[in-house]
């Protein structure tokens, strides 16, 4: 079993529609979560982070991390062509200096 | 400000030469990680150093992978008699370290190496 899981797609959603990506880790020492995102041939971009149970919102975007349940996910609002991309979920221990990234979800949003 | 560079960009290499990857982290970053990427793949996490000390060797994949950083700044990974199955995208990336949890990793562009 991987420490960070993450559906490996392809999802695809047509645009403007709700995308929503799953990630769950194995780590309970985890503390704080990310999601990046990776576009073909370039490095990973941060999109947010979070830390506390519940949900946060930047623009289009809202994670959710429920650290009883070992999961996070990333909603997408509003969806458009250039968020087609592939999807990390990161997970840190910072006691152990560790972070645990997934292989990805390649999103696809149809025109 | 400067973000994360690394250097070369690209390398190809014949089957069981020594190839070294820089590093160079942005000004006050503590913390510097590498990571491996192959083709239509996740990151692989290689290596992290905490300034100059490195408390999480785990992920080096063999001997021949080794890494060192110098001045809280810099790093190199060198990978010895280079196999084809080291060919992949190596990522650095660095971060504050900072207490909290909140702590982003910036990553660098990347050197593409092909062993031939």
């Known amino acids: 079993q991987k420490e960070v899981e993450q559906n490996s797609g392809p999802l695809s959603v047509p645009e403007g529609a709700i995308a929503s990506l799953n990630c769950t880790y194995s780590d309970r020492g985890s503390q704080s979560f990310f999601w990046y995102r990776q576009y073909s041939g370039k490095s990973p971009e941060l999109i947010m982070f979070?830390?506390?149970?519940g949900d946060k919102e930047d623009g289009r975007f809202t994670a959710q991390l429920n650290k009883a349940s070992q999961y996070v996910s990333l909603l997408i609002r509003d969806s458009q062509p250039s968020d087609s991309a592939t999807y990390l979920c990161a997970v840190t221990n910072t006691n152990a200096g560790k972070s645990t990234f997934g292989d990805g979800t390649t999103l696809t949003v149809k025109p | 400000g400067a973000g994360v560079s690394q250097s070369p960009s690209n390398k190809v290499t014949e089957k069981g030469k020594d190839v070294e990857l820089r590093c160079d982290p942005i000004?006050?970053?503590?913390?510097l990680y590498w990571y491996r990427q192959r083709l239509g793949q996740g990151l692989e996490f290689l290596i992290y150093?905490?300034?100059?000390?490195?408390?999480?060797k785990s992920g080096l994949p063999s001997d021949r992978f080794s890494a060192e950083r110098t001045g809280e700044s810099v790093s190199t990974l060198t990978i010895q008699r280079t196999q084809q199955e080291d060919s992949a995208v190596y990522l650095c990336?660095?971060?504050?370290?900072?207490?909290?949890?909140?702590?982003?990793?910036?990553f660098g562009p990347g050197t593409r190496l092909t062993v031939l």
């Open positions: 000004s006050g970053h503590t913390a």
């Open positions: 979070i830390y506390s149970n």
């Open positions: 990336a660095s971060s504050l370290a900072t207490s909290g949890g909140t702590d982003t990793q910036y």
């Open positions: 150093f905490q300034g100059n000390s490195a408390p999480d």
